[in-house]
DNA sequence: TCTGGGGTCCTTAACCGT
DNA sequence: TCTGACGGTTAAGGACCC
């Protein structure tokens, strides 16, 4: 019994790039980077144009302008991002009810299951409809594959990019797959992949035939005998629409190494807030805090701590988290800090007073107990520190605050600012323009900041309709120009139709 | 100028209770 | 009461994905 080649996966070729490109005329047919630009920064996505002189994500920023000089560099818009996604993934749900989103660029669809297609000739009709569609609504083009299972989908639309469609014939899949490399198969990553190749094992067949009983020996028993049955083409993992998120975290990476235990500190409370911000705002509240440090030389530590009972109080977190950090040594530096929330619950208004009470409660009895214990155990606890002559070098400037991903430009521009002992009395701000930001101009109308510096920014003027613009310098403070909010890319005028009913646009301009 | 940020899942070990 | 098997929970770390 083999199944019909109606599970879909879709995949937006370089996403975040080819927003930019459409959102930036000029760019289009160049070079294009999207990913965080200060020294640490690595790269999220690249056009295709800058592939080819070898930028890949997750490669780092700094390197990849050793590639790629003349490429353009931009700070990811995850705002836009989400809103070209939230078109597309309606495009898909319109086919059928059960869609999995995997990121904002990616998602399975059972094309069975909403009755768009149930045998090959349906799906690749439907498939190509899909792809026209969302050329239509966004611009942008997407890469679609097709196979009786999600692995093998997954897989297709891989081969299909970029700009492709691609389907597994149903018996096909074996043949296939045999002389791919492992590291094709979802679950494949470096260390999979050499710990594999030291055993002789590099392609999907010799994969196949070292047997499960091999596999799981090497690999442990989940991955092992979910390895051999992706060898063989077999993937009965159904397509789930909605899956609940299982935590929430956030974490920051510094430029600069921090030292100083009180910064360290500090940071750690900023960040347990932003945390609860998110959790709340994601309608939980959680039971396990987790923070999370990496270290000078790479080596990431967490620690976790399970309360009672689910919390949202920033308060409760800040403590934990505190707690937490107290039992770490950070000497020699921290170049990232992270804090979470798992073990999530739904939140209701009831369970929070509760919880707080029973948290208050706990804390207080734990106080009560402890001063009770005086002098007893943990002599551990390197409550001297003071030894290190913190004070001696102050933390020089420094700061991190590469205008944190997603906010809102200019929301942030407060964060990093510090010299070390900075008593909050604010510096006279001044204002940042990263390049990729959306800017309006009194008289030029709206552009994006193609860079800045000296007390300069540069400014393209054009938007997602237009022909490419020119290009005009400003001071930094010139009170003509203005943060402004991304455009939609396809235009009221020539778009509105796509957006608003399902109905596909006829122009194809298939490449 | 080495190596982001937000997740998921798995493994191992310790510990607790039955 | 001691011992062992076993399951569940917690904690820590790692691999992987986009």
């Given at each position: 019994m083999r199944a019909a080649p109606t599970i879909l996966h879709l995949d937006m070729d370089a996403f975040y790039a080819s927003v930019e490109q459409a959102a930036k005329p000029s760019l289009r047919g160049k070079a294009v980077i999207v990913g965080g630009l200060g020294p640490r920064g690595v790269v999220a996505t690249a056009s295709y144009e800058a592939r080819r002189f070898g930028v890949h994500?997750?490669?780092?920023?700094?390197?990849?302008?050793?590639?790629?000089?003349?490429?353009?560099?931009?700070?990811?818009?995850?705002?836009?991002?989400?809103?070209?996604?939230?078109?597309?993934?309606?495009?898909?749900?319109a086919l059928s009810p059960l869609v999995?989103?995997?990121?904002?660029?990616?998602?399975?669809?059972?094309?069975?299951?909403?009755?768009?297609?149930?045998d090959a000739a349906g799906a690749r009709v439907t498939a190509e409809r899909l792809r026209a569609d969302i050329r239509a609504a966004?611009?942008?083009s997407a890469s679609v594959g097709l196979a009786g299972s999600k692995m093998l989908a997954k897989v297709a639309s891989e081969g299909a990019k970029p700009d492709g469609l691609l389907l597994i014939e149903p018996g096909t899949e074996r043949d296939l797959l045999a002389p791919m490399s492992v590291r094709t198969l979802p679950g494949v990553g470096p260390a999979t992949g050499e710990h594999l190749r030291r055993a002789g094992i590099t392609t999907?067949?010799?994969?196949?035939?070292?047997?499960?009983d091999e596999l799981v020996r090497m690999t442990g028993r989940a991955h092992g005998v979910a390895l051999y049955r992706m060898a063989l083409g077999l993937?009965?993992?159904?397509?789930?629409?909605?899956?609940?998120?299982?935590?929430?975290?956030?974490?920051d990476t510094f430029d600069v190494d921090l030292h100083d235990r009180v910064r360290i500190r500090g940071e750690v409370q900023r960040l347990a807030e932003r945390c609860v911000g998110r959790l709340r705002a994601s309608g939980h509240s959680g039971r396990t805090i987790v923070l999370k440090v990496r270290r000078y030389d790479f080596s990431t530590l967490t620690r976790s701590e399970t309360l009672r009972g689910p919390t949202d109080d920033p308060a409760v977190v800040r403590e934990a988290a505190a707690r937490l950090l107290e039992g770490i040594d950070t000497t020699g530096g921290v170049r990232l800090l992270g804090v979470g929330v798992s073990g999530l619950a739904d939140y209701t208004q009831e369970d929070l007073f509760a919880q707080a009470e029973a948290e208050a409660a706990a804390r207080a009895a734990a106080r009560a107990e402890a001063e009770a214990a005086a002098g007893g155990r943990d002599s551990?606890?390197?409550?001297?520190?003071?030894?290190?002559?913190?004070?001696?070098?102050?933390?020089?400037?420094?700061?991190g605050a590469d205008g944190g991903a997603g906010a809102p430009v200019g929301a942030q521009a407060a964060a990093g600012a510090g010299v070390a002992d900075a008593p909050v009395g604010?510096?006279?701000?001044?204002?940042?323009?990263?390049?990729?930001?959306?800017?309006?101009h009194e008289e030029y109308g709206p552009g994006w900041v193609q860079g800045s510096g000296v007390g300069r920014v540069t400014v393209r003027f054009e938007q997602p309709g237009s022909p490419p613009g020119r290009v005009r310098t400003f001071?930094?403070?010139?009170?003509?120009?203005?943060?402004?909010?991304?455009?939609?890319?396809?235009?009221?005028?020539?778009?509105?139709?796509?957006?608003?009913?399902?109905?596909?646009?006829?122009?194809?301009?298939?490449?």
């Amino acid at each position: 019994m083999r199944a019909a080649p109606t599970i879909l996966h879709l995949d937006m070729d370089a996403f975040y790039a080819s927003v930019e490109q459409a959102a930036k005329p000029s760019l289009r047919g160049k070079a294009v980077i999207v990913g965080g630009l200060g020294p640490r920064g690595v790269v999220a996505t690249a056009s295709y144009e800058a592939r080819r002189f070898g930028v890949h994500s997750a490669m780092p920023t700094a390197q990849a302008r050793r590639l790629c000089p003349n490429g353009a560099y931009l700070i990811p818009r995850f705002t836009l991002y989400r809103a070209v996604s939230d078109l597309v993934m309606a495009r898909l749900r319109a086919l059928s009810p059960l869609v999995e989103p995997l990121s904002l660029d990616e998602a399975f669809v059972d094309l069975e299951a909403g009755g768009a297609a149930f045998d090959a000739a349906g799906a690749r009709v439907t498939a190509e409809r899909l792809r026209a569609d969302i050329r239509a609504a966004t611009g942008l083009s997407a890469s679609v594959g097709l196979a009786g299972s999600k692995m093998l989908a997954k897989v297709a639309s891989e081969g299909a990019k970029p700009d492709g469609l691609l389907l597994i014939e149903p018996g096909t899949e074996r043949d296939l797959l045999a002389p791919m490399s492992v590291r094709t198969l979802p679950g494949v990553g470096p260390a999979t992949g050499e710990h594999l190749r030291r055993a002789g094992i590099t392609t999907v067949g010799e994969l196949a035939d070292a047997g499960e009983d091999e596999l799981v020996r090497m690999t442990g028993r989940a991955h092992g005998v979910a390895l051999y049955r992706m060898a063989l083409g077999l993937d009965d993992r159904p397509v789930v629409a909605e899956r609940d998120a299982k935590s929430v975290s956030v974490e920051d990476t510094f430029d600069v190494d921090l030292h100083d235990r009180v910064r360290i500190r500090g940071e750690v409370q900023r960040l347990a807030e932003r945390c609860v911000g998110r959790l709340r705002a994601s309608g939980h509240s959680g039971r396990t805090i987790v923070l999370k440090v990496r270290r000078y030389d790479f080596s990431t530590l967490t620690r976790s701590e399970t309360l009672r009972g689910p919390t949202d109080d920033p308060a409760v977190v800040r403590e934990a988290a505190a707690r937490l950090l107290e039992g770490i040594d950070t000497t020699g530096g921290v170049r990232l800090l992270g804090v979470g929330v798992s073990g999530l619950a739904d939140y209701t208004q009831e369970d929070l007073f509760a919880q707080a009470e029973a948290e208050a409660a706990a804390r207080a009895a734990a106080r009560a107990e402890a001063e009770a214990a005086a002098g007893g155990r943990d002599s551990g606890v390197p409550d001297s520190a003071a030894g290190a002559g913190a004070g001696a070098r102050g933390e020089d400037g420094g700061d991190g605050a590469d205008g944190g991903a997603g906010a809102p430009v200019g929301a942030q521009a407060a964060a990093g600012a510090g010299v070390a002992d900075a008593p909050v009395g604010d510096p006279p701000q001044e204002r940042r323009w990263p390049a990729g930001t959306d800017v309006r101009h009194e008289e030029y109308g709206p552009g994006w900041v193609q860079g800045s510096g000296v007390g300069r920014v540069t400014v393209r003027f054009e938007q997602p309709g237009s022909p490419p613009g020119r290009v005009r310098t400003f001071r930094m403070d010139d009170p003509d120009l203005e943060p402004s909010v991304p455009l939609p890319l396809v235009g009221e005028r020539d778009g509105e139709h796509a957006e608003r009913d399902g109905e596909h646009a006829k122009e194809g301009t298939a490449g």
